[in-house]
């Protein structure tokens, strides 16, 4: 994507902002708020037009100061039922600071609470999609940073109504292109409303050759006219490479069974109780789940040497999990440990020059990510440190015990259980027991059991292996005590944390092949080689920690994660294997892919699996992505990464192979 250009305002008589790129005003310096009420609310005949509705999308052309999504918000907390969604969102080319949305909202005290909650969780600006969530995940806001045309060929989901909110035409006509309006009407939902503030001829009739059916209403104060419209035109048929295009909405009108109760079955089953599902969790060990019981975690970015799709979204979750993890400690739910920051220290002189393209690149924002050399290091960490690297200052320790708890919210929704069958029923789906007795019927089912994901429902034919991690308990010592940020080195070091076994610092992962049986326990026992080679790697770091043992009554733990093979999980419905082959198995032949049907999905069978070592910071957002995809509404990550995600990739990529001779 291309970079971005901060807003470049002026502030007329200290309070209207006015855009020095485009010489025109945010909002009406008469009443912005009256403004906004009349041109959007009522032109999309809001509160009443979701009156009676569970989910509520609204679609914006210039977020600007935010104004159009606090007075929405606002409305729909006093108009809609308590247990329905609004998702707002919203393309910005030319984000403001969070400072300069603040000081233009201060101007609305009846919004302050509103305005607080936006400031504090408004993203570092950087091009791509930013999921904000608030009220408890009531209302989401997808911010997308870049230009319009671009960021929006790029959204899956359908949209209820739209504010087109641009500048004025005149001045910034690349909002207005009949491209972009194509968009609007590729994600527009039958009958989708439409409001814009402008009434030009040319806007008009190009809305109207998209398939909007627009009309003239009486504009605000000088303003003589505005438009307000809706969808009629044609529901667009999927654009992308087929085999991708997505599942259609199921809803979760009916009861969730998620099979696994470690990081992803957790951060799942919250999301979907905060969307109003009545959710069901099975876990063999109540809130003991393979991968999810160190003491300590760390939370920074994977960031890969080319400007893969891995990469992407990588930094992406880990944006979103640091939010995340911020609004769970703010609503008291403790999740960081320790001060704050991680420093990623290059192994050699080769990774070094390959941290400073990273930063050049400008992978991650100058706030987020920031180079270091050793001194600087050792300053950040207080201890003595000789090699350079990167600084990520939003980073940080993780209790995953405690975000475990904390998704887990009313523990009523566990069953300690071994899912053993899954038949395919009239109207859902079948869970047995290893005797096979029925433990429940149910519409949806999402597979979040790790490597063992494909034991129960084999045709998905996913790439899964298990890893075995294992961790050190170190015990720490009156030099490494002084340790303030957690350290990253091709393994991790937490800074020391206190219980009741005595003040230790949490070192690993070793990530080693494990292939055993779902039942087997062998993978819990410590190894004496995997304690002793990361002991080695630990006290080559600094002297500091020259002679640090592993504690005595505790040395460490073993955990498995799933893992795939591109180093990418698997989310979504699952494809339908069997049509897959019947359909695509020509892929070899090179035709041409609009030769091709569209992707055909088990009905109520979804996977969250293969997050590998790092499954508290991607768990949040593929959470967010999944029960998008269970409603249809706006995915918080571009389609790319949604295709590249697909739990039918694999079975894609073996079709395309010619067949052995």
């Known amino acids: 994507m291309a970079r971005l250009h901060n807003a470049d305002l002026d502030w007329r008589d200290g309070k209207t902002p006015e855009s020095r790129q485009f010489g025109d005003i945010y909002f009406s310096p008469k009443d912005g708020l009256a403004e906004t009420r009349h041109v959007f609310l009522d032109g999309i005949g809001a509160p ?127 909002m207005w292109r009949p491209a972009v309006f194509q968009q609007l009407a590729r994600l527009s939902k039958p009958g989708a409303r439409l409001a814009t503030f402008t009434a030009a001829g040319q806007v008009r009739r190009d809305l109207t050759e998209a398939g909007f059916a627009m009309q003239k209403a009486p504009g605000f104060s000088y303003k003589r006219e505005c438009l307000r419209g809706a969808f009629e035109g044609e529901v667009h048929a999927y654009t992308g490479k087929p085999w991708f295009a997505p599942a259609p909405a199921q809803g979760i009108a009916g009861p969730v069974a998620v099979i696994g109760g470690g990081v992803a079955g957790l951060t799942v089953a919250r999301r979907l109780r905060q969307a109003g599902a009545d959710v069901t969790v099975y876990e063999r060990d109540r809130l003991g789940a393979v991968g999810s019981g160190n003491r300590v975690g760390l939370i920074q970015p994977r960031l890969t040497a080319a400007d893969s799709l891995d990469g992407r979204f990588n930094a992406a979750a880990y944006l979103h999990a640091c939010r995340h993890y911020d609004q769970m400690e703010a609503a008291g739910k403790t999740s960081w440990v320790g001060p704050r920051g991680v420093l990623q220290l290059a192994r ?158 949490v070192s690993g992962a070793s990530f080693n092949l494990w292939e055993g049986m779902p039942e087997d326990e062998d993978w819990r026992q410590l190894r004496d080689e995997d304690e002793a080679e990361i002991l080695q790697d630990v ?89 998008d995809q269970m409603l249809g509404t706006p995915l918080p990550v571009p389609r790319d990464v949604t295709e590249a995600l697909h739990t039918g990739r694999f079975q894609i990529r073996r079709l395309r192979r010619p067949p052995k001779r």
């Open 48 to 174: 009443d037009i979701w009156a009676g509705r569970d989910c509520y999308t609204i679609g914006e052309t210039g977020f600007g100061t935010g104004l159009n999504f606090l007075a929405t918000w606002a409305a729909w907390r006093k108009k809609a039922a308590p247990s329905s969604r609004l998702n707002f969102l919203s393309v910005e080319g030319f984000p403001l600071s969070g400072d300069a949305l603040g000081k233009a909202l201060s101007v609305w005290a009846e919004f302050s609470e509103l305005t607080e909650n936006l400031v504090n969780l408004y993203p570092e600006i950087h091009p791509g999609f930013h999921r904000l969530s608030f009220d408890d995940g009531r209302v989401t806001l997808t911010l997308l940073f870049g230009q319009v045309e671009e960021m929006l060929s790029r959204v899956e989901g359908q949209v209820d109504a739209w504010y087109l909110d641009g500048f004025a035409p005149s001045k910034n006509p690349d």
């Open 348 to 505: 050699d002189d080769e990774e070094a020059e390959r941290f400073m393209r990273l930063v050049a690149e400008e992978r991650l924002p100058g706030s987020v990510m920031q180079p270091v050399t050793g001194d600087a290091a050792s300053d950040l960490a207080g201890i003595p440190l000789d090699r350079p690297g990167l600084w990520f200052p939003h980073g940080g320790g993780l209790k995953p015990r405690a975000v475990l708890e904390a998704s887990a919210g009313d523990l009523s929704i566990f069953e300690q259980a071994t899912i053993a069958g899954l038949e395919q029923s009239e109207g859902g789906w079948v869970l047995r027991d290893p005797g096979g007795n029925v433990l429940q019927e149910t519409q949806a089912v999402i597979l979040a059991n790790g490597p063992f994901a494909c034991d129960l429902w084999p045709i998905a034919d996913l790439p899964l292996v298990a890893k075995r991690g294992q961790v050190v308990h170190l015990a720490a010592s009156e030099a490494s005590r002084k340790l303030k940020v957690g350290l990253s080195f091709g393994r991790y070091l937490s800074p020391a944390v206190e219980e009741a076994e005595g003040c230790f610092h």
């Open 539 to 627: 006290r080559g770091l600094s002297r500091s920690f020259a002679d640090l043992p592993a504690l005595p009554d505790n040395p460490g733990r073993a955990g498995l994660r799933a893992s795939i093979i591109d180093h990418l999980p698997a989310v979504g419905a699952v494809h339908d294997g069997a049509y897959f082959d019947q359909a695509y198995g020509d892929l070899h032949h090179g035709r041409r892919q609009s030769g091709y049907g569209p992707a055909r999905y088990l009905p109520g069978l979804y996977a969250m699996t293969g997050l590998g070592s790092r499954g508290f910071q991607t768990a949040p957002l593929l959470a967010d992505m999944l029960v």
